[in-house]
């Protein structure tokens, strides 16, 4: 498996990267601490940062595109606002005077202010990059240490009713050009409730047609084994059949889910198959991937599934994640009550 690249900064190539991190250079005591023996920049600083994570917690390109996208847009603040040139000199009430300007934007500048769980990645991302300047000596202290993330929002997942996610599905002609894969991705979605991830990923190996499950790998490489139902079924074997055969290319791997190109499917690509068939179906246009998980989860649990047993399907590691749809068909069943009650 390849290691994931460093992103480059904005002006920034790879050479720049490989020779921000050799610049940073560091005395290592007997008592184990590290001091750095030279004053860093924030540009040089972001861009070793950004490197370790590629290739030392090897974490993906879009991780590190939004991580270098708030510490830059706070480098740039530090330098405007605060007269602050470097790292060592950022204290927590910089930290803190930053966030808020996030929180409430610029009405001069014209940019709107961001919710609280974007703040909530602003600080984390803010929270690792000083607490790994502190480890190695770039900086004498962890000022992001004490800083709070906002908790939060609460917000309940959309859903669509049983009715929906049939009119979805059953709008799908499988009769024309890539119709059959269509149905098939949508079901599968559906009967399954697999993330976007673990559908363009899945592979014909780990799909067991004949005993109706796939096997697929979730956050933090953790592989389960999920059902597929009956009718999800029928919609691979009729497009493995009869539509996968034609789009096999020189290009091809074992991707189950291909495209014209013969090429495995993008998450992007999915997101608008997606939107194009809700729409062909008289759908709200902004059906996603993850509104038939919510939908899979919430209709398990209004027709009586264990909510454990709707964690070990949907691969959540904490039962709380799990719970918000508890919520939502409370929230249901509010709806319903409000509407049809004479006193309601």
Known sequence: MAMPSAVPSRPCNMMRLVLASQSLSFRVYSSGSVVSCSCVSFEDSIDSFVLFLA????????????????????????????GVADPKG?????????????????????????????????????????????GRGIVP???????????????????????????????????????????????????????????????????????AFIRVTGKGKKTRVVPVGGAACEAITSYLQHERPRLVGQKTRDHLFLSRRGTGLTTNRIRQIIKERAKLAGLDAGIYPHLMRHSFATHLLGNGADLRIIQELLGHADIATTQIYTHVDEQRLRDAHRKFHPRG
């Not at 030392?56 to 530090?78: I, K, M, P």
């Open 55 to 82: 290739t030392e917690r090897g974490l993906s390109a879009s991780y590190q595109v939004s991580t270098r996208a708030h510490l830059e847009r706070f480098a740039d603040w530090a330098k405007e606002e605060c």
């Open 90 to 134: 950022v204290t927590l009430e910089h930290l803190t005077g930053h966030l808020a300007s996030r929180k409430e934007g610029d009405r001069k500048k014209q940019v709107n202010g961001i919710s609280a769980s974007s703040l909530r990645l602003v600080v984390i991302a803010l929270q690792v990059y000083f607490r790994w300047m502190h």
């Open 141 to 211: 202290k962890d000022v992001a240490d004490g800083l709070l993330a906002p908790r939060p929002e609460k917000s309940l997942p959309r859903t669509l009713n049983q009715k929906n996610v049939e009119r979805l599905l059953e709008g799908v002609d499988v009769e024309e050009p890539l119709g059959k894969r269509d149905r098939a991705i949508l079901e599968l979605l559906y009967a399954s409730g697999l993330r976007v991830s673990e559908l363009v990923e899945a592979t014909l190996d780990a799909l067991r047609l004949d005993e």
